[in-house]
């Protein structure tokens, strides 16, 4: 699988905002039926914070982030978006996108194939 470039990542003080985007190859986009947000923290493990589905308007949120971001779309460009509102010092973190090749879980990061680069996200209080 190609890998998956995220970006949009910066630091924001506590309370601002954030957009990610995590654009996939036409390929992974069209045969793969859920994208995944995932973020690491230093001496933390990779968790699941936000999944969607490329086909249906399904889509997941983790308890911490539930109310505070916002998982989309765009098929036409196989970008999948994380708008990240009332950002908060922890959720400071390496933020990773990646196509999930497996069943099971959606939080599960070992549901998901190839992973990008990552982009960071800095919430200063």
């Known amino acids: 699988q190609a890998q998956p470039v995220e970006s949009g990542g910066g630091s924001v003080q506590a309370g601002g905002s954030l957009t990610l985007s995590c654009v996939v190859s036409?390929?992974?986009?069209?045969?793969?039926?859920?994208i995944g947000w995932f973020r690491q923290a230093p001496g933390k493990e990779r968790e699941g914070v936000s999944a969607i589905s490329t086909f249906d308007d399904e889509s997941f949120y983790s308890a911490s982030v539930k109310g505070r971001f916002t998982i989309s779309r765009d098929t036409s460009k196989h970008t999948v978006y994380l708008q990240m509102n009332h950002l908060r010092p922890e959720d400071t973190a390496m933020y990773y996108c990646?196509?999930?090749?497996?069943?099971?879980?959606?939080?599960?990061?070992?549901?998901?194939?190839?992973w990008g680069q990552g982009t960071q996200v800095t919430v200063s209080s």
């Open positions: 036409e390929y992974t986009y069209s045969t793969r039926n859920y």
């Open positions: 990646a196509a999930k090749i497996y069943g099971g879980n959606w939080y599960d990061r070992n549901n998901y194939g190839t």
